[in-house]
């Protein structure tokens, strides 16, 4: 499920009189990211690009996280991994602009982190080590 909330990108981008390439030199990807962001093929993207792309757009972050996302990750997981990234997710939004960049990066690494080992465990059959 993609946690940005595509609809709102498109709308503030365009509300801003923004091309595609110009947003995308704004927060340091290329046109074709923000093509692909905007048509859905990428439904993620780093946290510390989602807090760029917010302040070009010139929204507070949640606006650009997809609602269904957040109640999707409630439920996915009942050992709590993910409510523990959505709470860190929330907990970001709350720090000082200047504190976010930081944080952000600290949880895109552990996220990271917790996605490969998460996929290896899936990669092997039931009781393999």
Not at 39 to 49: C, H, K, P, Q, V
Not at 62 to 67: D, G, Q, R, T, V
Not at 80 to 103: C, H, N, S, W, Y
């Amino acid at each position: 499920m993609e946690y940005i909330n595509v609809a709102r990108v498109v709308k503030a981008r365009k509300d801003r009189g923004l091309t595609q390439a110009e947003l995308g030199e704004k927060v340091g990807v290329n046109q074709r990211t923000i093509s692909k962001l905007e048509s859905g093929e990428i439904g993620d993207m780093m946290l510390s690009r989602l807090i760029d792309l917010a302040a070009v757009l010139e929204l507070p972050i949640a606006e650009l996280i997809n609602p269904q996302f957040l109640e999707f990750s409630v439920v996915v997981s009942s050992s709590g991994e993910t409510t523990f990234f959505k709470d860190a997710v929330m907990r970001i939004l709350e720090l000082p602009e200047d504190e976010q960049l930081r944080a952000a990066s600290l949880l895109d690494a552990l996220y990271q982190a917790y996605l490969m080992i998460h996929l290896r465990g899936l990669a092997k059959g039931p009781g393999e080590q």
